[in-house]
C-alpha cells in the first residue's frame, strides 16, 4: 500500500528532542518515530470513541447478571469461535476498530 506525504513544520526544540527520543529509542529516525507516534494515537483515539459508544448505550436496556459458571461457559465458547465470528461480535458492539484487545 502506497502512503501519502506530509510536510510539518516542528519547532527547532522539539524536533531537537525527537532526534534524541529516535536514537535513544531505537527508530531509524524521526519519520519512523512520528509514523508510530502517529499510530498510537489513531489507536488510543479508536479506543476512546469505542467506549465511548458502549458508555452512551449504557442503561440503554435491561442487563442479565450472569453467574461465574454462565460467565466461564460463554468465555470457553467464544474460544471456540472462528476469527470472522470474534469479528462479527465485535462489529455488533461496535468494537471492530479495537486495536489493543
Given at each position: 500500500?502506497?502512503?501519502?506525504?506530509?510536510?510539518l513544520?516542528?519547532p527547532?526544540?522539539?524536533?531537537?528532542?525527537?532526534v534524541?527520543i529516535?536514537?535513544?529509542?531505537?527508530?531509524?529516525?524521526?519519520?519512523?518515530?512520528?509514523?508510530q507516534?502517529?499510530r498510537?494515537k489513531?489507536?488510543?483515539?479508536?479506543?476512546?470513541?469505542?467506549?465511548?459508544r458502549i458508555?452512551s448505550?449504557m442503561?440503554t436496556?435491561?442487563?442479565k447478571r450472569?453467574?461465574?459458571?454462565e460467565?466461564?461457559?460463554?468465555?470457553?465458547?467464544?474460544?471456540?469461535d472462528?476469527?470472522?465470528?470474534k469479528?462479527?461480535?465485535?462489529?455488533?458492539f461496535?468494537?471492530?476498530?479495537?486495536?489493543?484487545?
Open positions: 500500500m502506497q502512503g501519502k506525504m506530509i510536510h513544520r516542528v527547532g526544540t522539539l524536533y531537537s528532542k525527537c534524541q529516535a536514537k535513544e529509542s531505537g527508530f531509524n529516525g524521526v519519520q519512523e518515530l512520528t509514523r507516534a502517529l498510537e489513531v489507536d488510543d483515539i479508536e479506543l476512546k470513541a469505542s467506549i465511548e458508555r448505550a442503561g436496556s435491561e442487563v450472569l453467574s461465574k459458571k460467565r466461564e461457559e460463554l468465555f470457553q465458547s467464544f474460544l471456540k472462528t476469527e470472522q465470528d469479528l462479527k461480535l465485535l462489529r455488533e461496535g468494537l471492530e476498530d479495537v486495536r489493543k484487545l
